[in-house]
């Protein structure tokens, strides 16, 4: 299984960014597809996550209203929509997989760096 993270970069406080994860390996109709973040010197932190069959999405408290979790089944990707980007938003982005039944996640992407200035 590969995840492929990308579509990080630099934008100013309150700007957009989209970021991808292409998955390939296997199917993923019952695993959800994660995204997590580590900002400098913290723990990696949940960010959100979809059920890759049902499309259902969960959010941490911290973003919701601001970020959104797509997935397209076609390009087997998954997206993370980020709006009204903060500099406390600064991190590195991950994207991990696991089976909906499992309390792990077992699959993870390289990551992908957002840096937000203010």
């Known amino acids: 299984v590969q995840l492929q993270a990308s579509g990080g970069g630099l934008v100013q406080a309150g700007g957009s960014l989209r970021l991808s994860c292409a998955a390939s390996?296997?199917?993923?109709?019952?695993?959800?597809m994660g995204w997590f973040r580590q900002a400098p010197g913290k723990e990696r932190e949940f960010v959100g996550r979809?059920?890759?069959?049902?499309?259902?999405?969960y959010y941490a408290d911290f973003v919701k209203g601001r970020f959104t979790i797509s997935r397209d089944n076609g390009k087997t990707t998954v997206y993370l929509q980020m709006n009204s980007l903060k500099p406390e938003d600064t991190a590195l982005y991950y994207c991990?997989?696991?089976?909906?039944?499992?309390?792990?996640?077992?699959?993870w992407g390289q990551g992908t760096l957002v840096t937000v200035s203010s």
């Open positions: 991990a997989a696991k089976p909906t039944f499992s309390s792990e996640y077992q699959y």
């Open positions: 390996g296997r199917t993923f109709s019952n695993y959800h």
């Open positions: 979809i059920n890759w069959s049902s499309g259902i999405t």
